[in-house]
């Protein structure tokens, strides 16, 4: 596909990237964030793809507020692919919320179509093969690779012909407003912080096998790490690897030469943090020992919550069969185990449970409800014994 490309890191490109927008009633649209390579991920390269043109726009070196209210305006279609990281993504950095969205991997995912990767999605529909992936590069880096470049516009230039043969076979198939009620939970989704738990250490495999003061400086570590990596801005793994925090909590170095000796670790990396690691198994080893993590306690779901769940787990099963599609797409299994503690029993309360929007009330309600009610009515407490 020959087509107009321009990487945009002016203003004036900004400008005409914009006018294109606004003149265009649908746009294709994809996001490129560094959260592999960055503590504080952020979106790094927005691509755009009109009717005539596509553009890569980078949002760290201009402000795009000319252009998000374009993406709000619920009078323009925006298309992307697999959306729920990008609808993330994009409220987290910039407080946008889509105003209309077309999803081609949840259509297909409606439509039962056997593959819905966006390469499959190429070759089956519009016959393009890609063989560029760069999904893992350092997007937060400047200047961008021709590599790079080349992957972000064939990742939008095809969104808009694949939209259109999508769009055909829901309409034909009449399964368009299920579609649409998924696009609508997409853009409804909200970014969840995800604060650094001091604890996380205990989900490691060494607090099981590591003795009490081992325990203890593996505590000191993982927060040292997370402490670290937030001041390289950097992923904590590649600040210290999880074999290298093991390792020192197991052998308790002393001084740096036996640290050098510990894997996990790059040597210079090493060198940079000598100190403050042997500083940590001081802590460690002079706090006291922690004893062997414990499960984490959480609500059990009681056994009529269980069985609730496997009768909707069978129904959907039947129903996910009948329209050839995943049974997600009838119901996530959140959704299910929501119905199944909630236990409610007319359509009223059906439609304040977690999940289940207009579209599923109105197609699945009716036998929701019939599934929940077949449930044995809780037993009648005993009358107290007559004097």
């Known amino acids: 596909m020959s087509r107009p490309q321009q990487f945009v890191d002016t203003p004036s ?9 606004a003149r265009s009633e649908r746009i294709g649209l994809d996001t490129e964030s560094n959260g592999f390579h960055a503590y ?34 619920a009078a323009r279609e925006v298309v992307l ?3 729920e990281y990008d609808v993330l993504c994009m409220k987290r950095d910039y407080g946008l919320t889509f105003g209309r969205i077309f999803d081609t991997h949840a259509a297909a995912k409606t439509l039962g179509l056997p593959r819905f990767g966006l390469h499959d999605l190429l070759a089956d529909t519009l016959g393009v093969q890609l063989t560029i992936d760069e999904q893992r590069s350092d997007w937060g880096k400047r200047p961008l690779s021709a590599g790079q470049l080349s992957y972000a ?23 368009l407003a299920e579609a649409e009620a998924e696009f609508a939970r997409l853009i409804a989704k909200e970014p969840k912080p995800r604060p650094f738990d ?26 040292l790490r997370d402490v670290r990596a937030r001041e390289l801005d950097r992923p904590a793994f590649k600040v210290m690897s999880e074999l290298f925090l093991a390792e020192v909590a197991r052998r308790l170095p002393q001084t740096e030469e036996e640290l050098q000796s510990i894997p996990g670790i790059h040597s210079g990396a090493l060198r940079k943090i000598a100190r403050p690691v042997l500083d940590a198994v001081k802590r460690g080893l002079e706090a006291p020992p922690v004893g062997r993590p414990r499960p984490r ?22 129903r996910a069969e009948a329209r050839k599609v995943e049974v997600q797409v009838i119901a996530p299994n959140a959704v299910l185990w929501n119905l199944a503690r909630r236990n409610p029993q007319d359509a009223g309360a059906l439609a304040q449970v977690d999940g289940m929007d207009p579209f599923r009330v109105q197609s699945y309600g009716g036998e929701i409800l019939e599934v929940l009610r077949s449930s044995p009515p809780p037993a009648a407490p005993e009358s107290p014994p007559r004097a």
């Open 13 to 21: 490109g900004l400008q005409a990237c914009v006018e294109d927008v």
């Open 40 to 73: 504080f991920e952020k979106v790094c390269l927005l691509q755009i793809a009109t009717p005539g043109a596509d553009w890569a726009v980078d949002p760290l070196a201009l402000k795009l507020d000319p252009l998000l209210p374009l993406l709000a305006d």
């Open 81 to 83: 692919h697999a959306a």
């Open 153 to 175: 516009f064939a990742d939008v230039q095809y969104l808009l012909p694949i939209r259109e043969k999508l769009g055909e076979q829901l309409v034909k198939t009449g399964h």
């Open 198 to 223: 001091p604890e996380g250490w205990q989900k490691m495999k060494a607090a099981r096998t590591l003795d009490g003061r081992g325990r203890a400086v593996l505590r000191e570590l993982y927060v």
């Open 297 to 318: 306690a959480s609500a059990q779901p009681t056994q009529e919550e269980v069985d609730r769940y496997e009768r909707l787990r069978a129904w959907r099963k039947v």
